[in-house]
């Protein structure tokens, strides 16, 4: 079976910087996504990992170490707004659906 | 906005009910998606539309239905549900079936008493 791992909950201060891993152990590789979901909305779409490194994408960074089955989402100078769910999600090969972990739901406090 | 809309947004039905979720995109993709999504589990594909014909069946119970008529178009077809198919059931579309980017609705967040 496919496995991805994320942290269920996790809480941050307003300004300061947070780090949400997903571990992943799954039959195929093709790429990693991060997805955001606010309560009540759709996921959106943050990243995409392929390669080995990090991608910076303003306050948002995400990271990808293939030989290790680990990346991480890296947020920046926290706000309010970002209280969210964080999907992290696998592409097993080329014509393949995501495979999606359970989500971490971030919240971020004064 | 995502570009993909969803009705109803919330919905509560009986057990032994007939109801219908819709899904259409405005993206000109040709791949669509059913997910389901309950608490504290990750998201569950249950139906993938590649230019309207049905490529996968994530061995969801016959009592869920889907229906594709046009790249555009999603319905989900809902009879004799049970309590535990309560949930969020999100569509999604992408350019491709192996396109990496998928766009979502808001989703139908779904009661059956």
Known sequence: GQNIDQPTEMTATEGAIVQINCTYQTSGFNGLFWYQQHAGEAPTFLSYNVLDGLEEKGRFSSFLSRSKGYSYLLLKELQMKDSASYLCAVRLSGNTPLVFGKGTRLSVIA | ?113
Do not use: I
């Open chain 2, 1 to 113: 906005e995502t570009g993909v809309t969803q009705t109803p947004r919330h919905l509560v039905m009986g057990m032994t009910n007939k109801k219908s979720l819709k899904c259409e995109q405005h993206l000109g993709h040709n791949a669509m998606y059913w997910y389901k999504q309950s608490a504290k589990k990750p998201l569950e594909l249950m139906f993938v539309y590649n230019f309207k014909e049905q490529t996968e069946n994530n061995s969801v119970p016959s009592r869920f239905s889907p229906e594709c008529p046009n790249s555009s178009h999603l319905f989900l077809h809902l009879h004799t549900l049970q309590p535990e198919d309560s949930a969020l059931y999100l569509c999604a579309s992408s350019r491709t079936v192996d396109n990496e980017k998928l766009f979502f609705g808001s989703g139908t967040q779904l009661s059956v008493l």
